[in-house]
């Protein structure tokens, strides 16, 4: 009788330069698992105080562990000259994580040299990285332009969170510490979200070759992460992950393939997965590809979580008369929520996006007005339905 052979897919997550060590560090002390953690710096200070399996050196020579001096000319030449290494580090990865902050030296420079070196091995690779504030300055910006615009030549598919948003929806009197730590939670959610669904067990399995079909070439794309407790958590959830301030300004109908990974404990109804599924493929073209798989974690309890990864996103215009509408406007115009009828007690359900963990005004989704398509209290816009002849908008 033959035997049968398990081969799971081996997932790498990289931190490169400071920014992207930190956010590794993160990830490493909330518990990130089933992928392996590398940093890659050209600070030797810095990687003797991480906590990653694996350690890379970029450039001793070159900078004899000093850093890059935020040029991103000699983070480029410092991961050239460790090429060997890199490639040693990557050695039988199926799925590599790039994550890094945009704008200095070795993050801006090295990452699209690993990325490249990744593309040479045949591993499937995907960048999460971030845009500098602005007031870091106009230069600081260019350089985080110049190395995204090179990162999209060798990844697969490229999430970019500009830190700008932060302040947008966190508002300017949070401290800095949270700041970064709300970014941070953005990446570890969608190297998490995705890892997960290979890696762990669920009702509905996700394999490797299904998240290399939505995610293989397919450049710029964006996550959404949200979660809810208690009476229609299903459609809570799904509304908040879509409702992602990361979403503001992509139209989701013209994404190219959508990856739902939907995280709750075995008591999960095969109901909440067709409502969520409902929701996600309203916001889907025709020729989207779609993978929605569901992952078991005991400890939810009586949470229930869902991520949204959509990839294919055209490039943006940022001036452009035909630019979408922003999310954010569409949600103003086309979501009717009604405001609570009464108070609520402490332990009523709650549905937010995963963006912010602390409560706020900003992050609240109160109880939308009924509608028919669901058969729920939510009234779903017109651009999460199949379409319909308009209505008119008042």
Known sequence: MNQLKRYGAKIRVI?????????????????????VCISANTDYQALENSNAEIKVQLGAKLTAGLGAGANPEVGREAAEESEAEIRSSLEGTDMLFITAGMGGGTGTGAAPVIARIAKD???????????????????????????IERLKDSVDSLITIPNDKLLTVLGKSVTLVSAFRSVNTILQGAVQGISDLITRPGLINVDFADVRTVMSEMGRAMMGSGFASGEDRAEKAAMAAISSPLLDDIDLRDAKGVLVNITSSSDMSIGEF??????????????????????????????????VVVTGLPEKHENSENAPLPFSQQRSKRMAYE???ASKPENESMARSSFLKQPSPMNREEAPAKSPALNSPFKVPAFLRRKEPEESVE
């Open 274 to 307: 067709v409502i969520i599924g409902d929701i996600i493929k309203g916001i889907c073209s025709p020729g989207a590809t779609v993978v929605i798989g569901t992952v078991i974690d005991p400890e939810m309890t009586e949470d229930l979580r869902v991520t």
């Open 121 to 147: 091995m045949n591993i499937l690779t995907v960048a999460v990285v971030t845009r500098p504030f602005n007031f870091e300055g106009d230069k600081r910006s260019q350089s985080a332009n110049e190395g």
């Open 339 to 341: 405001p609570p009828k």
């Open 15 to 35: 931190g490169v330069g400071g920014g992207g060590g930190n956010t590794l560090e993160d990830m490493i002390n909330h518990g990130i698992s089933g992928v």
